[in-house]
């Protein structure tokens, strides 16, 4: 089983940033890429940005691209979403997610086809 734990969400002004943290434990961390998901009020969950395994490959959604950055932690079983020049569409609750999936694969699907989710940390951007 794999347990995943959001951390660093907030409330932020636009242009502001924030640092979101995934502590993964369970299954063996570095072995699966890993997803950032949000999902906005009365809107269906969305990709925002995924990583390889080994954080050599990373894809990110049109509306974050050039603004966010997404890393990993192999030693700290830990996925970081650095999340600049935000916008109040940025407002959500962020996800992180992970599966036998590749870090393409997970840009490209629906975010049912993640095995594995965190509860979730809110991000609210104010205008």
């Known amino acids: 089983q794999v347990q995943l734990v959001e951390s660093g969400g907030g409330l932020v002004q636009a242009g502001g940033s924030l640092r979101l943290s995934c502590a993964k434990s369970?299954?063996?961390?570095?072995?699966?890429?890993m997803g950032w998901f949000r999902q906005a009020p009365g809107k269906e969950r969305e990709f925002v940005a995924a990583?390889?395994?080994?954080?050599?490959?990373?894809y990110y959604a049109d509306s974050v691209k050039g603004r966010f950055t997404i890393s990993r932690d192999n030693a700290k079983n830990t996925v970081y979403l650095q999340m600049d020049t935000l916008k109040p569409e940025d407002t959500a609750v962020y996800y992180c997610?992970?599966?036998?999936?590749?870090?393409?694969?997970?840009?490209?699907?629906?975010?049912?086809?993640?095995?594995?989710w965190g509860k979730g940390t809110l991000v609210t951007v104010s205008s």
């Open positions: 990583i390889s395994w080994g954080g050599g490959s990373t």
């Open positions: 369970g299954r063996t961390f570095s072995s699966y890429a």
């Open positions: 997610g992970t599966g036998p999936r590749s870090a393409q694969a997970m840009s490209a699907m629906h975010p049912n086809g993640i095995s594995y």
